[in-house]
T-cell receptor, first 112, second 110 residues
Framework: DTEVTQTPKHLVMGMTNKKSLKCEQH?????MYWYKQKAKKPPELMFV???????INESVPSRFSPECPNSSLLNLHLHALQPEDSALYLC???????????FGQGTRLTVV | DAKTTQPNSMESNEEEPVHLPCNHS???????IHWYRQLPSQGPEYVIH???SNVNNRMASLAIAEDRKSSTLILHRATLRDAAVYYC???????????FGAGTRLTVKP
């Protein structure tokens, strides 16, 4: 199984809602990533977990809260988002830097 | 992470080879050179990676300069399905940092 599965594929949420994005991989990868991608722009790194510990946090606003409950699962909890947070949110996993990374198909988030 | 520089866009004709360049003048000895591509409405997908030697796989070839300050992704016969944004990324063997530059948007003309 060489897939990274992201759910849901699409999400529409109001600015007062709380929602979560989920990412799952069963390749035994110990690094997992969250990216945000706006239209016509490259993916922008948000968070990196290494061995289930947060290793990189790119000064992301606290309304985005990552969680890595186990080595296969990565969540992104969303609360009080703004319309400008509407984007494609991508999850990825890999072993070390010398190996290929695998990406999910993303969650298309719209904040209304 | 060291930075990469790629042309914003390139065009190719179908069934012709495509050479996508990437400059990475500040590359360190432990940086691997990775290439990913992103088709419209999809997540990025791995294409190829290498450290010092040229690499070939079923999708593409990677040519790495002797001083490692530049590399070229080679698609041997472009198809319409190869139209995508191609990203060259440096990944340090010792850490998990993985950041995208602006990439090259490849257009393939029939």
């Amino acid at each position: 199984d060489t897939e990274v599965t992201q759910t849901p594929k699409h999400l529409v949420m109001g600015m007062t809602n709380k929602k979560s994005l989920k990412c799952e991989q069963h390749m035994g990868h110990r690094a997992m990533y969250w990216y945000k991608q706006k239209a016509k722009k490259p993916p922008e790194l948000m968070f990196v977990y290494s061995y289930e510990k947060l290793s990189i946090n790119e000064s992301v606003p606290s309304r985005f809260s990552p969680e890595c409950p186990n080595s296969s699962l990565l969540n992104l909890h969303l609360h009080a988002l703004q319309p400008e947070d509407s984007a494609l949110y991508l999850c990825a996993s890999s072993q070390r830097g010398g190996t290929e990374a695998f990406f999910g198909q993303g969650t298309r988030l719209t904040v209304v | 992470d060291a930075k990469t520089t790629q042309p914003n866009s390139m065009e190719s004709n179908e069934e012709e080879p495509v050479h996508l360049p990437c400059n990475h003048s500040t590359i360190s000895g432990t940086d691997y050179i990775h290439w990913y591509r992103q088709l419209p409405s999809q997540g990025p997908e791995y294409v190829i990676h290498g450290l010092t030697s040229n690499v070939n796989n079923r999708m593409a070839s990677l040519a790495i300069a002797e001083d490692r300050k530049s590399s070229t992704l080679i698609l041997h016969r472009a198809t319409l399905r190869d139209a995508a944004v191609y990203y060259c990324i440096l990944r340090d063997y010792n850490n998990n940092d993985m950041r995208f530059g602006a990439g090259t948007r490849l257009t393939v003309k029939p």
